[in-house]
């Protein structure tokens, strides 16, 4: 059983940047993958990045590549979301999660762990 914990989120101005964490309590394995997805007002909820726990390979939705960057700590078990240049469209609330599929998901579904989600609000 893993806990999936973020923080982070915030109400900031087009252009700036915020970073997200995501602690997890309990054991990531080396073939895990650790994910943020997002879910807008009105929208269903949606991939945004991941990685690999053991390859640290990451991997980006199209609408994100470029200023947001993923990483991660394998010491801390803590996952992070550098996201730079926030635009409107970024609002949302954001969720670390825990998939472990042996092979890269970007569907909700194959991730069976979930945090309670951080608010990311982007204002012009």
Known sequence: QVQLAESGGGLVQ??????LSCVAAGTI???????????GPGK?????????????KKYYADSVKGRFTISRDAAENTVYL???????????????????????????ASYGYWGQGTQ?????
Not at 14 to 19: E, I, T
């Open 44 to 56: 269903e909820r949606e991939f945004v990045a991941a990685l690999n726990w053991r390859l640290n």
């Open 82 to 108: 550098q996201m730079n240049n926030l635009q409107l469209e970024d609002t949302a609330v954001y969720y670390c999660a825990l998939s472990k599929s042996a092979y890269i998901s970007y569907q909700t």
């Open 29 to 39: 394995y080396a073939n895990d993958f650790m994910g943020w997805f997002r879910q």
């Open 14 to 19: 087009a252009g700036d940047s915020l970073r």
């Open 120 to 124: 990311v609000t982007v204002s012009s």
